[in-house]
Structures are given as C-alpha cells and as structure tokens.
C-alpha cells in the first residue's frame, strides 16, 4: 500500500506562487528575485502534482546544483509528506542523478568495458601538462584544469577552445593552443588499458549521449521518469542543458525556477539564457513572476533592491523590484575598519553579543568573497569562545597549502645550517618569506583565482607571524611551529551547531537569521582580476557577476544584516584599500545606518582579558588558558596527568581520537583553573554545552576529587 499524500494546503501560498503550484503538467517557469518563495514553490507543485495523482513521487527527478542546495530539498518535501519509502521524490545534483543512470545503463551502452570515477583530476592534468611540455607546479595545473572544465561544461572541444577562448574573454593561463593541447592529452589519458576513467562532466556527457544514441535506453528512462524540476535554473551550464533535454525528449513536464540576477557561477560555462529564453522555448509555458519577499525585513529587501537597482545589461534589465513581506527590522549596518584583524574581532564580538541575546549560533553567518578570508575569521570566532563551521571550503588549517607551508617551515627549522640570528626576531617573518617563496607566495597578488586563493593563505600565514612577533619579540622559529600546532589543535571542527562561515558561492539559496558580509573592499569584492591596474573595469560582465555576488549575500538574511570592511590587510600596515565600488550610493551617508569607522576600542573590548595581570589576551593559546603566556600559572601538574588518562580512556571507548573529547590546551586551562561547577567549566573556551554534558560531570569530579586530597594533604 502506498502512503497517501497529503493533500496540498494551498493557502500556505500567496496567488501567484499558487498558479505556478496549480499549473497543469507541462513546462513552468517561476522567474522571480531572493526570497520570494520559488524553491517552496517547486517544492509545493511536486506535492500537489503527486497528490492530485498527476504523477507519481518517483517518476519525479528533481535537480539543483548542489549537494547542500539538493539536501535542502529533500528536507523540504519530507515536510510535505513526500519523504516515506513509497513516496519518495528524486532530488539530486545533475552530477548524483547522472552518476546513478550511468551506473545502471552503462553495460546496455557500452557492454563490459569497465569505468571508473576518478577522485581528482589534478595528477592527470598534471601529466597532459608534462606532455605538452608545461609547468606541472600545483597553480598551473590547477588553472589549466579549470579551463578544461569551463570548456567541458561549455561543450566545447579540445580544437575548438581556441577560437571560443578568445570569443569569452576567457584569460588562459597560457597561449590558448597550448591550452587546448592539454585538453586533449587529458582526455586521452582517460583511456586506460584497464578500461575508461571519467570525471564529473564525462558522467553528464556519456549520460546524454546513451539517452541520445540508444532508443531502448531512452525508452526505458523514459517510461520511468514523468516529471521533472529544475532549482536555481539560472546557474545551468550547456552540457547539464544537454543532459535535461535528453532527459525530457519530446516532453516538456518541466518546471524551472530561478533568478537571473543571482548567476554566480558563470566562470564555470553556466548562463542564465536557458531560463530568459524559456518562454520562447515553450511558447505554451506557464510563466509566473514572484514580487513578494518572505524572506528579509523590508530593511533587508530596500537594500537588496538598491544593490542590484544599479546594475547594468540584459541580466539586470530581467530583474524585479522586490516587496518585503515581513515585519520591520533592524537597519543594516555599515562599518569601516582599519584593518583586516580589527574587522573580524568586531565581527566576533557582535556575534557574541547576538548570541547572547537568544540568536542561536546556527541561525549566523559569516560570507565572504573567496575562501581564504575565512582565517581571520576562525581566529576571531576562536579567540571569543564561540563555535563555528567552515562550509564549502576546509578551513584554515586543513588547507592543502597551509599544511604544505608548514611542512617546509617544519624543515627548515630542522635545518642546521642556518644562523641562528635568521630563525627569531625580525629576520623570523624574512625566513618564513623565503620558505613559502615556492609554495606561492609572491611579492604581488597573482591573478589567476586558485593562485590568489593560494597565496592569501600564504599571506594570512606571514600575517601570523607578524601578529606572534609583536606579542614576544623574541619569537623563534620553534615558537612559531608550537602556536600554529596549537591553532590548529585549538580549531578542530566543533562537535556542536556553529556560526556558518561560507563563502558568498557556497551561500547561494539559503539563509540565515543574521548575516556580516565582511570584507566588502575594492580588490576583493569585486575581486582585482575584473579591473585593470589602474582601477578601471577590464571585464564588464564579470564585475556584473560579482555585483551579482553581494546581491546573492545581502538577500541571505532574514533580519540582521552588516556589511563591513578594512582598510588595510594587516594591524599598522598602510590604509590603501577602499570600501567596494558597489556601496557607493547604496550606503546611507546620512542615515543613522551608517556607522562608518566602528571604533577599534569596541573591538578590542570583547577580548578576554588574563586572569592573573588582568591585561587584555591576545591569541588563541592565551585565551584558551585565560592568562598571558609568560603570566606564571598555579598548574597542578598531577591533576593535569590525571586528566590526561581519563581523556585517553574516553577516547578509546568512544573510539575517536583524544583531542575529539579536550585538546592539550583545554585540560591545562582545567588543571589551572580548577573549575567548580558547570558555570566555571564552561568559562574555559572550548567548552561548550554539549561538552558539558557528555564530560562535566566526570571532569568535575576529577577536579573535586583532586581538590579534597590537596586540602587533606595540607591539614
Ligand atoms: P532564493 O532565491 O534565495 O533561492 P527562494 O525564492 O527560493 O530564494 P525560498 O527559500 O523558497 O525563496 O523562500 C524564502 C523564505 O520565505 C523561506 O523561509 C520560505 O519558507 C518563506 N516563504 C516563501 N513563500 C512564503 C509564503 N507564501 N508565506 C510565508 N512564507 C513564505
Ligand atoms: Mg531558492
């Protein structure tokens, strides 16, 4: 027996939303800005297509872009009772429903020569590279390697990417012919004795080609798939267009939803022309335009439609004034920093003042143009004791470059021919320079965006140094190593719900209670490589994109919204920077919104100060343990052993490894402070509720236990 539908509750609509939803089955379009409901609208058109027994849940497929966006789907239709085994909607990437087909049609196309997923493509770039006698260094592989993609999601072939390099404005690393020469040694290396490697775009392409080629496969998906749904429609690229088309035949039961004016994703071959040009695909197509934001405050909404209200061209000219629905709410507001630490510890600082006002951590987040502004970030969340989790990237630490910079200045301390007076001081930021020379770290901001994501890690990492250095000058070279492992250590993921820190990418479709864009400098947002060295536009469409960008961040919020940025990268370094381009008129100079220049002294006011000199602390291992590094501590050297066996005990039945249940760094704040109760234990950052209800008790009793035999001693 199946599990009936509910029936649709149409009033949870509003009437437009409701046609789209009551639309009979053929091809659909929702156009419509942030927020306005269209991914609750194609969730509700599936309900009702299903409880109206127009189709059944599974001969629906559902497809967004990503695995997050596709996840959120399906939660969404298991709220609407189409979540049980026998009701069980499709929804999935392009790539995930791809994957899933080829597996099953792939012996009916092409018989017993095996496949294979490849995991990364980087070493065989790498090798294609070698073969056409180009750097096979870890930046240029990489921005051949996105080349390759664009060219692949763009279905264009290896002869062919001169010509439309050129025609795209595409900046190839290298001469486009040899770019192409790579591209076409890459898909000959995929060819294998032991059969076929494929990569993501190869899964979609050999996918439409069997539905294409092979009428009994295109019969049977046919017959098994009705219905089908399109999220964020704009973001679509040529080669996913080709697999939808082959996926629908001659049909047309589509429903797409999007919003032009959030395509983010064009440097990757996606356009939002399939979803303008809909309507002249399918003249029939029921077309519904969505006004009405449920999402933001109208304080939100007026400043959304002011950010997008100046841009230009045919994507912007589809664009529609957006009506906030909800009750009034706070004024954004706008800060200026003098530097990039002194932002994010102003960042930290608000969000623990949301924070304690009853916002729960999971309903913030932090975005951000590229992923490696997420450090100062982690830092400052670290620092304030609140947790969070690095989404759509890894975080700092984790980052494959970070851990190559620290192995090479692992060995060069290791080394014994340096002078002494070269590892410490002043010389100690020239050495660490020079070590990660190699690694990326240019004297001048490379272009290309994997270079530049790369070498701002590296930069964030002298950064460090810097910051290290001005705390204790005589900072050396084993310093240094010990307080990037105690970062590290200090930073593992949290067990509990953090603050969201994302990218403005890896934010698109969803939302949060309280958003901080931060970072929203010329030179970062947009980003250098769209203007010229002197400051003029060099790509119009991609400074388009990235306006696009702040539009997609500034509609993530429900009610709280700050914008800020810094005028210079580091404390005390020069202020050249300027606020971003995309602020000018949109910031209300006049307004009481506008508190330009948030002083410093707010910021540094949150920071911890030590327990003992009563000096405000400054880095992560200090606030951890609530004193200055060279304040004496009363550590009880015994209590700190014990604490270390019942940690590794733990750890062992809990089969996770021992900084899972406390880092190093946590047990000596514990032997030093010798908490009482779950207030005092809780006080010691990296001890959240959640830890306090798995370990309190027995680290409590440790510590009382411990107490009582000190104070017997005494007597
Ligand atoms: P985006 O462009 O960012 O993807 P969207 O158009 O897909 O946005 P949704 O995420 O579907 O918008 O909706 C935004 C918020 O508004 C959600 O919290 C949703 O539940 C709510 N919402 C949508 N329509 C209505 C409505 N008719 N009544 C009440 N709330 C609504
Ligand atoms: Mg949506």
Same mark, same amino acid.
């Given at each position: 027996?199946?599990?009936?539908?509910?029936?649709?509750?149409?009033?949870?609509?509003?009437?437009?939303?409701?046609?789209?939803?009551?639309?009979?089955?053929?091809?659909?379009?929702?156009?419509?800005?942030?927020? *306005?409901?269209?991914?609750?609208?194609?969730?509700?058109?599936?309900?009702?297509?299903?409880?109206?027994?127009?189709?059944?849940?599974?001969?629906?497929?559902?497809?967004?872009?990503?695995?997050?966006?596709?996840?959120?789907?399906?939660?969404?239709?298991?709220?609407?009772?189409?979540?049980?085994?026998?009701?069980?909607?499709?929804?999935?990437?392009?790539?995930?429903?791809?994957?899933?087909?080829?597996?099953?049609?792939?012996?009916?196309?092409?018989?017993?020569?095996?496949?294979?997923?490849?995991?990364?493509?980087?070493?065989?770039?790498?090798?294609?590279?070698?073969?056409? +006698?180009?750097?096979?260094?870890?930046?240029?592989?990489?921005?051949?390697?996105?080349?390759?993609?664009?060219?692949?999601?763009?279905?264009?072939?290896?002869?062919?990417?001169?010509?439309?390099?050129?025609?795209?404005?595409?900046? !190839?690393?290298?001469?486009?012919?040899?770019?192409?020469?790579?591209?076409?040694?890459?898909?000959?290396?995929?060819?294998?004795?032991?059969?076929?490697?494929?990569?993501?775009?190869?899964?979609?392409?050999?996918?439409?080609?069997?539905?294409?080629?092979?009428?009994?496969?295109?019969?049977?998906?046919?017959?098994?798939?009705?219905?089908?749904?399109?999220?964020?429609?704009?973001?679509?690229?040529?080669?996913?267009?080709?697999?939808?088309?082959?996926?629908?035949?001659?049909?047309?039961?589509?429903?797409?939803?999007?919003?032009?004016?959030?395509?983010?994703?064009?440097?990757? +071959?996606?356009?939002?022309?399939?979803?303008?040009?809909?309507?002249?695909?399918?003249?029939?197509?029921?077309?519904?335009?969505?006004?009405?934001?449920?999402?933001?405050?109208?304080?939100?909404?007026? =400043?959304?439609?002011?950010?997008?209200?100046?841009?230009?061209?045919?994507?912007?000219?589809?664009?529609?004034?957006?009506?906030?629905?909800?009750?009034? +709410?706070?004024?954004?507001?706008?800060?200026?920093?003098?530097?990039?630490?002194?932002?994010?510890?102003?960042?930290?600082?608000?969000?623990?003042?949301?924070?304690?006002? +009853?916002?729960?951590?999971?309903?913030?987040?932090?975005?951000?143009?590229?992923?490696?502004?997420?450090?100062?970030?982690?830092?400052? =969340? *670290?620092?304030?004791?609140?947790?969070?989790?690095?989404?759509?990237?890894?975080?700092?630490?984790?980052?494959?470059?970070?851990?190559?910079?620290?192995?090479?200045?692992?060995?060069?301390?290791?080394?014994?021919?340096?002078?002494?007076?070269?590892?410490?001081?002043?010389?100690?930021?020239?050495?660490?320079?020079?070590?990660?020379?190699?690694?990326?770290?240019?004297?001048?901001? !490379?272009?290309?965006?994997?270079?530049?994501?790369?070498?701002?890690?590296?930069?964030?990492?002298?950064?460090?140094?810097?910051?290290?250095?001005?705390?204790?000058?005589?900072?050396?070279?084993?310093?240094?190593?010990?307080?990037?492992?105690?970062?590290?250590?200090?930073?593992?993921?949290?067990?509990?719900?953090?603050?969201?820190?994302?990218? =403005?990418?890896?934010?698109?479709?969803?939302?949060?209670?309280?958003?901080?864009?931060?970072?929203?400098?010329?030179?970062?947002?947009?980003?250098?490589?769209?203007?010229?060295?002197?400051?003029?536009?060099?790509?119009?469409?991609?400074?388009?994109?990235?306006?696009?960008?702040?539009?997609?961040?500034?509609?993530?919020?429900?009610?709280?919204?700050?914008?800020?940025?810094?005028?210079?990268?580091?404390?005390?370094?020069?202020? *050249?920077?300027?606020?971003?381009?995309?602020?000018?008129?949109?910031?209300?100079?006049?307004?009481?919104?506008?508190?330009?220049?948030? !002083?410093?002294?707010?910021?540094?006011?949150?920071?911890?100060?030590?327990?003992?000199?009563?000096?405000?602390?400054?880095?992560?291992?200090?606030?951890?343990?609530?004193?200055?590094?060279?304040?004496?501590?009363?550590?009880?050297?015994?209590?700190?052993?014990?604490?270390?066996?019942?940690?590794?005990?733990?750890?062992?039945?809990?089969?996770?490894?021992?900084?899972?249940?406390?880092?190093?760094?946590?047990?000596?704040?514990?032997?030093?402070?010798?908490?009482?109760?779950?207030?005092?234990?809780?006080?010691?950052?990296?001890?959240?509720?959640?830890?306090?209800?798995?370990?309190?008790?027995?680290?409590?009793?440790?510590?009382?236990?411990?107490?009582?035999?000190?104070?017997?001693?005494?007597?």
């Amino acid at each position: 027996m199946m599990d009936a539908v509910p029936a649709l509750d149409l009033a949870a609509l509003d009437p437009e939303q409701a046609a789209a939803v009551r639309a009979p089955r053929g091809p659909v379009c929702v156009l419509a800005g942030a927020g *306005t409901g269209k991914t609750r609208t194609i969730t509700h058109r599936i309900a009702h297509l299903v409880s109206a027994g127009h189709v059944k849940a599974d001969q629906v497929l559902a497809v967004t872009f990503t695995a997050r966006a596709a996840g959120e789907l399906r939660g969404r239709l298991r709220d609407l009772g189409l979540g049980g085994e026998a009701n069980q909607v499709q929804a999935r990437t392009f790539h995930a429903a791809a994957l899933r087909q080829l597996k099953y049609f792939w012996p009916q196309v092409v018989g017993d020569v095996p496949w294979r997923l490849i995991d990364s493509k980087f070493p065989i770039v790498a090798q294609a590279a070698n073969r056409a +006698g180009l750097s096979s260094a870890t930046d240029s592989v990489r921005d051949l390697l996105s080349e390759i993609e664009w060219a692949k999601a763009s279905l264009i072939a290896p002869e062919d990417y001169p010509a439309a390099a050129a025609a795209r404005h595409r900046e !190839p690393p290298y001469d486009a012919q040899r770019v192409a020469e790579v591209y076409a040694a890459y898909e000959s290396l995929k060819t294998t004795p032991d059969g076929l490697l494929l990569d993501f775009d190869d899964l979609l392409l050999h996918t439409a080609a069997a539905l294409e080629d092979y009428p009994a496969v295109a019969e049977e998906f046919r017959g098994r798939y009705r219905s089908f749904v399109v999220d964020e429609y704009q973001d679509v690229t040529p080669l996913q267009q080709r697999v939808l088309g082959a996926w629908l035949g001659e049909r047309d039961d589509l429903t797409v939803v999007g919003d032009a004016n959030q395509t983010i994703y064009s440097f990757t +071959g996606a356009t939002p022309s399939y979803l303008l040009d809909f309507s002249r695909r399918f003249p029939e197509a029921t077309v519904v335009r969505l006004e009405r934001d449920y999402r933001s405050t109208p304080q939100v909404v007026s =400043l959304a439609n002011r950010v997008i209200g100046a841009a230009r061209g045919r994507i912007a000219g589809t664009r529609l004034q957006l009506i906030g629905q909800r009750p009034d +709410g706070p004024e954004p507001i706008f800060a200026e920093h003098p530097d990039v630490p002194a932002e994010a510890a102003a960042v930290a600082s608000e969000i623990r003042r949301l924070v304690d006002g +009853g916002t729960p951590a999971s309903e913030i987040a932090v975005l951000y143009r590229i992923n490696a502004q997420s450090e100062s970030y982690e830092q400052s =969340l *670290t620092e304030a004791g609140l947790p969070y989790q690095v989404r759509g990237g890894e975080g700092f630490f984790q980052r494959a470059e970070v851990r190559q910079a620290v192995s090479l200045l692992r060995q060069a301390a290791s080394r014994e021919d340096l002078p002494e007076q070269s590892t410490s001081g002043e010389s100690l930021v020239t050495l660490v320079r020079a070590v990660l020379a190699p690694v990326g770290l240019t004297t001048t901001e !490379p272009t290309g965006a994997q270079a530049r994501e790369r070498w701002e890690s590296l930069v964030a990492l002298v950064r460090l140094t810097e910051e290290l250095l001005g705390q204790d000058e005589s900072l050396d070279i084993l310093g240094l190593l010990r307080e990037l492992a105690a970062r590290a250590e200090a930073r593992h993921p949290p067990t509990v719900q953090g603050v969201t820190l994302a990218s =403005l990418h890896a934010a698109k479709g969803l939302e949060w209670d309280a958003v901080f864009l931060v970072g929203l400098a010329d030179g970062t947002l947009p980003i250098n490589h769209v203007m010229a060295d002197d400051g003029s536009v060099a790509d119009f469409a991609a400074l388009e994109e990235e306006r696009r960008l702040l539009y997609v961040g500034v509609t993530r919020a429900r009610e709280y919204l700050r914008l800020s940025w810094a005028l210079a990268r580091t404390e005390g370094a020069r202020r *050249t920077r300027r606020r971003s381009r995309f602020l000018n008129g949109v910031v209300p100079d006049e307004s009481p919104a506008s508190r330009i220049a948030a !002083p410093v002294v707010e910021a540094k006011g949150i920071r911890p100060t030590c327990r003992i000199c009563a000096k405000p602390l400054i880095g992560t291992y200090a606030t951890m343990l609530g004193r200055c590094r060279r304040c004496p501590a009363e550590l009880d050297a015994v209590l700190l052993e014990t604490l270390k066996e019942w940690r590794s005990e733990k750890a062992e039945a809990l089969r996770v490894r021992e900084f899972v249940v406390f880092t190093d760094t946590t047990l000596t704040a514990i032997a030093e402070q010798l908490p009482s109760d779950d207030g005092a234990l809780q006080a010691i950052p990296g001890i959240g509720a959640k830890k306090i209800v798995q370990y309190g008790a027995d680290v409590l009793a440790i510590v009382a236990s411990r107490r009582r035999s000190t104070s017997q001693n005494r007597r």
